[in-house]
């Protein structure tokens, strides 16, 4: 049997390899609807559920969603109170995660509207989330509690990805300015499985000498 340094050094490259292994997800951008380009013109001055916005989005891997940002307008960072977030699983269909709070943080992002209602933008970002969602199409519902706001989007039309309802029923002609940051599910690589193949081997003939 081996005994000492070579054993030793055996050891930490079989842990490196399980570490290599056993590592499943790392940050990503999960989805990107795009960038802010203008208001809406809904007033988000009412709570959940009135002035809730149900866009489209899609996951390309079994995922855990961290962060969520979108934008607004409103006149101050203290007009803004928490925000309503919901997860569908499509434009008008099931609710996968009932409407939950959660108060984000917000930055000032230089835009500015001729509407002296809600003049200054803000780009609002949710941290600390833990959203686990399989591979799959899906909508997001925003609702924003401020004083005076109105919710950001990239534009009218098409512009964005799939459709957009407005408190759910209703049609809505803006897409969301918002994306999606968090983990994504690895598949080991086959190179990474071979070394592991061979490292357990190699512990496997040391012992038998």
């Known amino acids: 049997m081996v005994k000492g340094k070579p054993m030793k050094n055996l050891t930490r490259a079989i842990?490196?390899?399980?570490?290599?292994?056993?590592?499943?997800?790392f940050a990503t951008l999960l989805f990107d609807n795009g960038t802010t380009v203008d208001e809406t013109n809904l007033t988000l001055n009412d709570t959940y559920p009135f002035h809730t916005v149900f866009?489209?989005?899609?996951?390309?891997?079994?995922?855990?969603?961290?962060?969520?940002?979108?934008?607004?307008?409103?006149?101050s960072e203290a007009s803004y109170s928490q925000t309503y977030?919901?997860?569908l699983d499509g434009i008008g269909g099931a609710t996968i995660i009932s409407p939950f709070t959660w108060t984000g943080s917000l930055t000032a992002n230089g835009l500015t509207?001729?509407?002296?209602?809600?003049?200054n933008g803000f780009d609002?970002?949710?941290?600390?989330?833990?959203?686990?969602?399989?591979?799959?199409?899906?909508?997001?519902?925003i609702s924003t509690d401020t004083a005076i706001g109105s919710l950001a989007s990239i534009g009218s039309g098409d512009s964005g990805f799939g459709t957009t309802l407005y408190n759910n029923?209703?049609?809505y002609p803006y897409h969301m300015a918002f994306s999606l940051e968090g983990a994504t599910a690895q598949v080991p690589e086959p190179s990474t499985l071979l070394l592991l193949g061979l490292a357990i081997a190699g512990i496997g003939l040391t012992r038998r000498k």
Request: hydrophobic letters at 40%.
């Open 113 to 119: 509207t001729s509407n002296p209602i809600v003049p």
């Open 15 to 25: 842990t490196l390899i399980i570490c290599m292994f056993s590592t499943s997800s």
């Open 169 to 171: 029923d209703s049609p």
């Open 55 to 75: 866009d489209d989005f899609v996951l390309s891997e079994d995922s855990t969603i961290s962060d969520i940002h979108y934008s607004i307008f409103t006149t």
């Open 85 to 87: 977030v919901s997860i």
């Open 124 to 141: 609002v970002s949710l941290s600390g989330l833990n959203i686990n969602l399989s591979a799959g199409s899906y909508a997001i519902g």
